[in-house]
C-alpha cells in the first residue's frame, strides 16, 4: 500500500525521485498521467495501470472515447532510472500546475500523487471541512 507525504524537489531536468519508501509498490513500468479533477499527477504501478485501463476500456463507447481522449495523449510509461528518477514532460507540469520545485510525493494507497505543494496545502486546507470531518468520525476514524 502506497502510503505517506513526502517533500521533494524537481531538479533542474524536470525529474523526481520516488520516494524510497514507495519504490517497493513501484517498481518496474510506472504509469503517470496529470488528473483531470483535481490539479496533480497520478502515478501508479503496471497492477493498477491496468485496473484503471480495464475501468476505462469498459465504458460505453460513447463516452469511452471522450475520455480516452482526455487520459492517454497526455500519459507516460516509463521506468525509472539507475538512481530512481521519473522525468516529467513540461506539458504533464503544466496540466498539474506544477510551476516550481517544491513538489510532494503523495501515497493514496493503490496510487500516489504528485502535487505543487503550495497548491496542495490551499486545497488540504480546504478539504478538512465540517461535513467531511463529521463523515469521518461517524466511521470512526
Same mark, same amino acid.
Given at each position: 500500500?502506497? *502510503?505517506?507525504?513526502?517533500?521533494?524537489?524537481?531538479?533542474?531536468?524536470? !525529474? #523526481?525521485?520516488?520516494? +524510497? !519508501?514507495?519504490? /517497493? /509498490?513501484?517498481?518496474?513500468?510506472?504509469?503517470?498521467?496529470?488528473?483531470?479533477?483535481? @490539479?496533480?499527477?497520478?502515478?501508479?504501478?503496471?497492477? /493498477? %495501470?491496468?485496473?484503471? @485501463?480495464?475501468? #476505462?476500456? +469498459?465504458?460505453?463507447?460513447?463516452?469511452?472515447?471522450?475520455? !480516452?481522449?482526455? &487520459? *492517454?495523449?497526455?500519459?507516460?510509461?516509463?521506468?525509472?532510472?539507475? =538512481?530512481?528518477?521519473?522525468?516529467?514532460? =513540461?506539458?504533464?507540469? $503544466?496540466?498539474?500546475? &506544477?510551476? $516550481?520545485? /517544491?513538489?510532494?510525493?503523495?501515497?493514496?494507497?493503490?496510487?500516489?500523487?504528485? %502535487?505543487?505543494?503550495?497548491?496542495? $496545502?490551499?486545497?488540504?486546507? =480546504? !478539504?478538512?471541512?465540517?461535513?467531511?470531518? $463529521?463523515? &469521518?468520525?461517524?466511521?470512526?476514524?
Amino acid at each position: 500500500m502506497l *502510503l505517506g507525504t513526502y517533500e521533494h524537489t524537481l531538479d533542474v531536468k524536470n !525529474r #523526481i525521485v520516488i520516494p +524510497s !519508501r514507495l519504490t /517497493e /509498490e513501484l517498481h518496474g513500468k510506472l504509469y503517470l498521467y496529470p488528473a483531470i479533477t483535481v @490539479s496533480c499527477i497520478k502515478v501508479y504501478n503496471k497492477t /493498477e %495501470w491496468d485496473k484503471f @485501463s480495464e475501468m #476505462i476500456f +469498459s465504458l460505453p463507447q460513447d463516452i469511452q472515447y471522450n475520455v !480516452r481522449h482526455m &487520459i *492517454l495523449p497526455f500519459s507516460l510509461e516509463i521506468v525509472p532510472d539507475s =538512481q530512481n528518477r521519473v522525468p516529467l514532460t =513540461q506539458g504533464m507540469l $503544466d496540466k498539474a500546475k &506544477i510551476t $516550481d520545485r /517544491e513538489i510532494y510525493f503523495i501515497g493514496m494507497g493503490e496510487y500516489c500523487e504528485i %502535487w505543487n505543494r503550495k497548491l496542495y $496545502d490551499a486545497q488540504a486546507a =480546504q !478539504r478538512a471541512d465540517e461535513e467531511t470531518t $463529521d463523515y &469521518i468520525r461517524k466511521l470512526g476514524l
